[in-house]
């Protein structure tokens, strides 16, 4: 048997990434194309399979795995993600089967990433873990007995829209005080700018339009009093979170990917501290809080192709 | 093959009960003894067995499940169950093999519920559900694809530590604002003491040391505004937190158990509104919760039972 490669696609509001992965998660090849290249769901597919088709040369594909957002594992569908182009329930899994003769798999995008830290970073031989990012959302993929928890219709997994601050900021789903509204980049800079209106003069940053948490970061890393609160509030909150998602499901590793989790000990620190103290005295100093080892650029093509891999 | 027996032991602060279950989940013979009959662990186990033995007669016994505070499924002990007499970690599963020649199988008390109720009650070819407690404590067990979610160390499924309040009631677990608090038997006292206090004269009930759910219940019944505020509390902040559980695991059902699960609709119709209300919109109205179906006063034999009968 000659050797396999998965194409690994990652379908995102912008862009839509395709990757040849092998079974060792080295990226052969690759390319980015924009996700509005077609006007139907279908042309997009045929699309995405023409250009992984010359990606792939003379190499052969053995399988296609895919993440979307509102991706759903059981049925291979997506079903009115609100970032993408497409309106209603889009059967992706079995389009991309019938114009490429394979087995294509969909997940939504951070259960896709979650598969790739086990397969090909930090969560390699991990049974029990939790994958959370903090992007311009908060999602997340919970692992438990090595095994994907997808729940009874395939959407498990939402810990960005667990509300940690009854009554709190209003979020994009229509309710208050979820995870999303204080832990995402977006988050941050709510803080931020909170912070900012209470305590004018305070800090370097202004309150503009265009602030964003790597603004934020910066002056962190500079002593800056105000963006350093906005890193401790947003750690206070994550904290609680964390340490509520460890009394479910019990897992010896937490990795935290995308925007915010590149902040490094700004971040991490005082995010250590806070899940410690709003740990279950039987949890405590068990859990290693940890970044993603995968590279931001590549984990969403490793991990669609992760999910593909472990199914075939 | 002879028909099969299990023993279900389930271990309380106060009693220990034991009965013989056979496969369909009837309960041939049971007894009651106290749990503090003998001075060391190891006692204790002998005569538990011996009663057991006692039972049993002529039937054969082919395995035995244990519930115990603070059970470990994955090592057979418990450890530091602070309402047990026995300090340290007591090696049960061991210590009942020993003494029977048989496998002895050990979990916590909600977990073995929660066994039960999928072997034998509401859960039963049920693959995603939770299972919660609202007696003394708040205990949780969660099934995901038909397994009971343990975690890395045996110890998942405390969703009664889970804070829903930042900042709020304290805890005896040391922190502040866990579920426990507020949608226990306990909970609901605290909430109507507090209730009592700011609307002196309001309720036909009164704060003493000898208030408790039941009184509460009965005075909801009559039409008691404090007592029906009182529910309509507890069922807020359970309706958050079974919410935050549902974007955890997704499951098809919750059942609740204990104490105030047998409030009936008093407490079951605002939680199944504030429920609805706290979901996110993907799981809205696919989620039935319902009260156990198995009696109170047998649920912990038969979910000890049904521990051993999946294993055996």
Redesign the interface.
Known sequence: MGKTYIAGIDIGGTGTKIGLVDEKGNIVSQATMPTNCATTAKEFVETVWNKTVGLAGNLTISGIGIGAP?GNYYNGCIENAPNLPWRGRIELSRMFSEVSGLRAIVTNDANAAAMGEMKFGGAKGL??FIYITLGTGVGSG?V??G?M???????????G??????GGRSCG???RGCLEMYASVRGIVFTMNELMQDNPEVSALETTENLQSKHIYQAAVNGDKLALQAFDITASVLG?AL???V??????HIFIFGGLANSGDILMQPLRRYFEE?L????QN?VCIEPSLLPDSDAAILGAAALALDEL
Chains 1, 2 share one sequence.
């Open positions: 509102n049974d029990h919970i438990s007995g095994k928890i997808y729940g009874h219709d395939g959407m498990a997994g939402e810990l829209h667990t509300i940690v601050v009854p789903c229509g309710r609680i340490a509520n998602a009394a479910f499901s019990s897992p010896s709003n279950l005295n039987v949890y068990k």
